[in-house]
Nanobody, 115 residues
Framework: QVQLVESGGGLVQAGDSLRLSCAAS????????MGWFRQAPGKEREFVAT????????RYAGSVKGRFTISRDNAKNTVYLQMNSLKPEDTAVYYC????????WGQGTQVTVSS
């Protein structure tokens, strides 16, 4: 059974950058699409970005396009989310997902952006 562990969250100021990591264990995820979602306080969980198993195809929410970059290293069983030009509205818990028959979620990492 695959497990996902996110890291790299923290408290930053508007305009700063953060890089989130999501390490998978229990099985190889290199053959599966992966992605990131986020949930802000009082709001529903929302899509952020996805990446195909090969890394060749990526897709982003309009609110992060041009600022965030999703990537993966299949040799390390890890997916990343580089977040630049962070805004206070990016404050949320960020979750990593992998689609293996069913969607598997990580436990989340908190990102807080102060103005």
């Amino acid at each position: 059974q695959v497990q996902l562990v996110e890291s790299g969250g923290g408290l930053v100021q508007a305009g700063d950058s953060l890089r989130l990591s999501c390490a998978a264990s229990g099985r190889t995820v290199g053959n599966y699409d992966m992605g990131w979602f986020r949930q802000a306080p009082g709001k529903e969980r929302e899509f952020v970005a996805t990446i195909s198993w090969s890394g060749r195809i990526t897709r982003y929410a309009g609110s992060v396009k041009g600022r965030f970059t999703i990537s993966r290293d299949n040799a390390k069983n890890t997916v990343y989310l580089q977040m630049n030009s962070l805004k206070p509205e990016d404050t949320a818990v960020y979750y990593c997902v992998v689609d293996i028959a069913q969607r598997v979620w990580g436990q989340g990492t908190q990102v807080t952006v102060s103005s």
